[in-house]
């Protein structure tokens, strides 16, 4: 308690001077080490009270320069509403415009707020080439063989032990190699499910979910989530005798940036085991945390073994390699033999150079940076958006990941926006991709992992104006 009242007592002081405008906007302030010595706290306590601030959005951090003083004015924004339960929804892919978005990712002089990972400039690509040619020397056959299914024993070794970041008691031999997440998705969905059975989503939903579930003759049922505590337990629980396999983004959700609490997370799995109904977790994000440790995935509460934990590097470090895996508890066994006749064999190289990666460090060394890019990133997209969109925009806050959820004036339709903001060489990503309902026609989504700079800034104008301009 005395460690508590320690740093909010710093938190409180340090706000107080921002709210009299001794510090001011843009400000620097003193380093953590600094206040540690002016209070004679620990270094965990001031980078507590610096945490406190950054939650409030009153500092913020930037890379190698430390923290400074945000733009202190109120949220104007408020949060997206909260998606329904429908009872019998009719389902209408979007696959026509996830093609036309999709298509437009690889095109030139285009300002992609639709892209689904980091920007290249914001990942250690030199770093990642030279493990390839260590990797090549030290592999028998510079790694032409085949390997055994399960994976590199090296990179599941590493992932295990990383596994202690958010305490997690995987071992390597927990753990099968995929390539990249949505590899995994597929594989575990394949173990647990078939034709006519039923899947429940989040909702809004990452398009690639509902796509593979749709591919493989499966039903859909989006489960409403709130923009910061994620899936609503008490939804789910009134369909759960319609459900096979649960499929959920519990840190930090693909659009709305949702970060489940722990104790919800644990309920989510008792509840699930009590039903004995699989959960397919997709943990792409969790790395990508703004505030002072890792979230926990549901996985550390399952005892029963139904909890299918799914990761990989492709949003953190090096999205072209493919490298994945899955926990798959009990499931293990048959995702193995669906491997097995899928791939035969692991591309083993890449799957060595992320794990000498992550042994030696570089993979932490990178994190840190990457959040603080992100984090002051999402500031940034923040308040230009609050700048210059509708004063009705509604807009996530996430806590985590990189990417926003914006809902726009009920008139709009971002579907035909997209046509409009591309001939301008704008991309985003329209709302309606992101379930299988007509809903979400006035919502977007927007990446913020891209470089910041002025003509980023101008570009986020430009889409605002557009969005105005269509009203």
């Known amino acids: 308690m005395k460690k508590e009242r320690l740093y909010l007592k710093i938190a409180n002081i340090i706000e107080e001077q921002i709210a009299n405008e001794t510090l001011k906007f843009g400000d620097k302030l003193p380093s953590i080490r600094t206040v540690q010595k002016i209070y004679n706290v620990s270094m965990n306590t001031a980078k507590q009270a610096f945490l406190k601030l950054e939650s409030k959005s009153l500092i913020e951090p930037r890379l190698r320069e430390g923290y400074f003083v945000s733009n202190t004015s109120p949220r104007r924004f408020p949060l997206p ?28 002089g285009i300002t992609r707020f639709s892209l689904g990972t980091p920007s290249a400039s914001m990942l250690p690509t030199a770093k990642l080439n030279k493990g390839i040619f260590k990797k090549i020397r030290e592999l028998n056959n510079s790694g032409t063989s085949y390997h055994p299914v399960q994976g590199s024993a090296y990179l599941r070794r590493m992932v295990s032990k990383w596994s202690m970041v958010y305490g997690g008691g995987l071992t390597e031999n927990d753990l099968i190699t995929t390539s990249g997440t949505m590899n995994a998705l597929f594989h575990c969905l394949l173990a647990v499910s078939k034709p006519g059975d039923t899947m429940a989503v989040e909702t809004p939903v990452f398009f690639g979910t509902i796509q593979i579930a749709k591919s493989l003759g499966l039903h859909v049922i989006e489960i409403p989530s709130h923009p910061l505590t994620g899936v609503d337990l008490a939804a789910l629980k009134k369909v759960l005798h319609k459900i096979t396999v649960c499929c959920f983004t519990t840190n930090f959700s693909n659009p709305l940036g949702s970060l489940m609490p722990d104790n919800h997370k644990k309920e989510l799995v008792n509840m699930l085991a009590e039903y004995d109904i699989p959960l397919i977790e997709d943990d792409l994000y969790g790395n990508l945390f703004f505030g002072t440790e890792r979230p926990k995935p549901c996985k550390i509460f399952d005892k029963a073994g139904i909890v299918m934990w799914c990761s990989s590097v492709s949003k953190t470090l090096a999205p072209g390699y493919r490298v994945g895996w899955v926990a798959p508890g009990r499931f293990k066994d048959k995702i193995m033999r669906h491997k097995l006749l899928q791939t035969i064999s692991a591309p083993i190289l890449y799957e060595e150079v992320i794990a000498d990666f992550m042994e030696h460090g570089r993979y932490e060394h990178h994190l840190r940076n990457f959040r603080n890019r992100l984090y002051a990133n999402c500031l940034h997209f923040q308040r230009a958006i609050e700048e210059y969109f509708p004063d009705n925009t509604k807009i996530s806050q996430p806590q985590g990941g990189f990417v926003l959820w914006l809902e726009l004036d009920e008139r709009i339709d971002t579907a035909k926006l997209y046509d409009t903001a591309i001939r301008k060489n704008i991309s985003f990503a329209p709302g309606r991709m992101f379930t299988l309902q007509e809903r979400y026609h006035n919502c977007m989504r927007l990446s913020f992992a891209l470089e910041w700079n002025d003509k980023l800034e101008n570009d986020l104008k430009r889409l605002g104006r557009i969005v105005k301009n269509s009203l």
Do not use: A
Request: net charge negative; no cysteine; aromatic share 0%.
């Open 81 to 108: 509403s909260v998606g329904k339960l429908l009872s019998s929804p009719d389902e209408k892919p979007p696959d026509d415009l996830i093609d036309k978005v999709v298509s437009s990712m690889t095109s030139e």
